[in-house]
């Protein structure tokens, strides 16, 4: 079983509109979470990055939170735009040296006019 | 910026080819690594390395190997390239420790074996 699990696994939305994307974890404890964005045949480039003990981190039109009370994590994105269509992967970081990872499979958005 | 550069964006080799993929950090980072994505499994760890000539098996190590001689550059080798290894092939680098590291990304290498 996947200790990262994202939903949706796909989303389709207008230009313009907002959504959220969801990540549960089971990793704990954890150093660090992050949102990762991947556009189609590139490497991963990080939107945020939050501790065990942060809520909320904003990048521009990124919004992510974190309750490390339910595990959960997500990623809203405000006024979406054409260019948010990739794939958004939820990562979480172990604790201690060596910054071992742990990937979620990713929430593919496309973004329509 | 840092940067993450991989030697190749596209590589087609036949079964049973030694292929080398290369990986050059220009941060002094001390961890480097090599992950695989395919569709629906994620980002799988298949080696990485905390130091120089240092490197310890992630989670799919069989049929892969790596060499890490400088510590700007860390090597990935298929010492008999099978068809179920055509993938696409990141590597990442991120200092060694602290509650912000980052981890960059190569623009990855898509490799098909045929």
């Known amino acids: 079983k996947n200790q990262v699990e994202q939903s949706p696994q796909s989303l389709i939305i207008l230009e313009g509109k907002n959504c959220t994307l969801q990540?549960?974890?089971?990793?704990?404890?954890?150093?660090?979470l992050r949102w990762y964005k991947q556009d189609t045949g590139r490497g991963p480039v990080s939107l945020t990055i939050m501790t065990f003990s942060e809520n909320t981190k904003s990048n521009g039109r990124y919004t992510a939170t974190l309750d490390a009370d339910t595990k959960q994590s997500s990623l809203h994105i405000t006024a979406s735009q054409l260019s948010d269509s990739a794939s958004y992967i939820c990562?979480?970081?172990?604790?201690?040296?060596?910054?071992?990872?742990?990937f979620g499979t990713g929430t593919q958005l496309k973004v329509e006019l | 910026d840092v940067k993450v550069t991989q030697s190749s964006r596209y590589l087609v080799k036949r079964t049973g080819e030694k292929v080398f993929l290369e990986c050059v950090q220009d941060m002094d980072h001390e961890n480097m690594f090599w992950y695989r994505q395919d569709p629906g499994l994620g980002l799988r760890l298949i080696y990485f390395?905390?130091?120089?000539?240092?490197?310890e098996k992630g989670d799919i190590p069989e049929g892969y190997s790596v060499s890490r001689e400088k510590k700007e550059r860390f090597s990935l080798i298929l010492e008999s390239a099978s068809t179920n290894q055509t993938s696409m092939y990141l590597c990442a680098s991120s200092p060694y420790r602290g509650r912000y590291t980052e981890a960059f990304f190569g623009q990855g290498t898509r490799l098909t074996v045929v």
């Open positions: 390395s905390y130091d120089v000539k240092m490197k």
């Open positions: 990540c549960n974890y089971t990793v704990s404890p954890f150093s660090n």
């Open positions: 990562v979480v970081s172990l604790p201690g040296g060596g910054n071992k990872l742990t």
